[in-house]
């Protein structure tokens, strides 16, 4: 099945500059690249996605980018703020449904003042 | 905002005996979902659903059961739970399979002594 694999696993970045978290993921079928973000002790919410007709998509202050030729998509975050401290996942899905959607083990996040 | 709601939010419990997590959601969706959370594994799915009284296997279905009696509500039944599955338990919920967002409840915090 798909794999998908996620870097870094901890970042830590000063407030107010930018962040970046990478994915890859092996399945070429892969259309559709969701993010969550998970606050402590809260359910993980989609807060971006992407899909493989698009390069780029960008939401306020998100940022996602995707080369289907590398097999590589990211979050960028930019002008980086307290509540934006959190863990990220970023997830794979191939065009069957949900059943089949593959998370990256997540990275955590950590605006420092 | 799509609602999901899981009981209990935490859980012991002994080696050998039975647990039942229970999901409820009040999207109206069809699709529902058993995710587990390990530091370092992200999410991963357990078992689904796409209609009342019946369930699919996911990922890692291993010593997991699921019911799904109603289109409201879905519950995961460890019926020997056994150290290994100390996690975090999310529910989902999903309009359809077709790529759609996924709604997550607050989760369960089962640990097995």
């Known amino acids: 099945g798909e794999q998908v694999e996620q870097l870094p696993s901890i970042l830590r970045v000063q407030e107010g500059s930018s962040a970046s978290i990478n994915c890859s993921y092996e399945d070429s079928a892969s259309n559709y690249f969701p993010w969550y973000k998970q606050e402590p002790g809260e359910n993980p919410k989609l807060i971006i996605d992407i899909r493989s007709n698009m390069e780029r998509k960008q939401i306020q202050e998100l940022i996602v980018l995707l080369d289907k030729k590398a097999k590589r998509f990211s979050l960028h975050i930019t002008d980086t703020q307290p509540g934006d401290s959190a863990m990220y996942f970023c997830a794979a899905s191939v065009p069957y449904g949900n059943e089949k959607i593959t998370f990256g083990a997540g990275t955590k996040l950590t605006i420092k003042p | 905002e799509a609602a999901v709601t899981q009981s209990p939010r935490s859980k012991v419990a002994v080696t050998g005996g039975k647990v039942t997590l229970s999901c409820h959601q009040t999207n109206n969706h069809d699709y529902m979902y058993w995710y587990r959370q390990d530091t370092g594994h992200g999410l991963r799915l357990i078992h689904y659903s796409y209609v009342a009284d019946s369930t699919e296997k996911g990922d890692i279905p291993d010593g997991y059961k699921a019911s799904r009696p109603s289109q409201e509500n879905f519950s995961l039944i460890l019926e020997l739970a056994s150290l290994s599955q100390t996690a975090v338990y999310f529910c989902?919920?999903?309009?359809?399979?077709?790529?759609?967002?996924?709604?997550f409840g607050h989760g369960t915090k089962l640990s097995v002594l």
């Open positions: 989902a919920s999903s309009e359809d399979t077709t790529n759609e967002r996924l709604f």
